[in-house]
């Protein structure tokens, strides 16, 4: 099995500053997901990255796929507390299967 | 936006009791999918199913795992004889095209198992 390395696995800053978590492996995928999870909530597909090198924006939230396709960031620009939450990527394994890293904690102090 | 309803919202039950976790996919939806989180650990695949059979499982579905699909709407995950290690949040997921389509996940059952 794949497994997929978030990090950090915390993190904590003020609101306005810039962060990027990021999503490493050791394997190629044929592509990758970013979702967020609220507490009692399943995971919500917030992008999906396909090409070694991709860039996608949402708003302030930009994903990258690296060129290999073994890992992936998350930046957030100018964070806002409404952007707390649990980040999680997860890789594409197959047709069926979803490999999901640790997730990324982020708390956003207003 | 169509959503996958999961019931109960909670279970708890008793260590080798069964139970059925009830899942109402996406009604356009073809390919089901089960995932399971225990507390504080990753989301884990457990079982897709499409075309009315499992398509793959993970070594976590062993025997005492069962998925049906009853009716046109419901897709049902059965533990025959619980454990304490069962104990997580379950969430069902559906897609009309596999997992490189957007995958639409519900809000989960959380099973204790005391």
């Known amino acids: 099995t794949q497994l997929l390395e978030q990090s950090p696995q915390f993190l904590s800053i003020q609101e306005g500053e810039n962060l990027t978590v990021y999503c490493n492996s050791s394997?190629?995928?044929?592509?990758l997901q970013w979702y967020r999870q609220e507490p009692g909530e399943g995971p919500v597909l917030l992008v999906t990255v396909v090409t070694g090198g991709e860039v996608k924006k949402l708003k302030r939230l930009t994903f990258q796929f690296g060129d290999a396709r073994k890992d992936s960031s998350l930046h957030i620009t100018a964070a806002q507390p409404g952007d707390t939450g649990l980040y999680l990527c997860?890789?594409?394994?197959?047709?069926?299967?979803?490999?999901f890293g640790q997730g990324t904690r982020l708390t956003i102090n207003p | 936006e169509p959503e996958v309803t999961q019931t109960p919202s909670h279970q708890v039950t008793q260590m080798g009791q069964e139970v059925i976790l009830r899942c109402v996919p996406i009604?356009?939806?073809?390919?089901f999918y089960w995932y399971r989180q225990i507390l504080g650990q990753k989301v884990e695949f457990l079982v897709s199913f499409y075309n009315n059979e499992i398509s793959e499982k993970s070594e976590i579905f062993d025997d005492q795992f069962s998925v049906e699909r009853p009716d046109g709407s419901n897709f049902t995950l059965k533990i025959r004889s619980t454990k304490l290690e069962d104990s997580a949040m379950y969430f069902c997921?559906?897609?009309?095209?596999?997992?490189?389509?957007?995958?639409?996940f519900g809000s989960g059952t959380q099973l204790s198992v005391l």
């Open positions: 997921a559906s897609n009309r095209q596999g997992t490189n389509e957007k995958l639409f």
């Open positions: 009604s356009n939806h073809l390919y």
């Open positions: 997860a890789g594409v394994q197959g047709a069926q299967k979803l490999v």
């Open positions: 394997s190629v995928f044929s592509s």
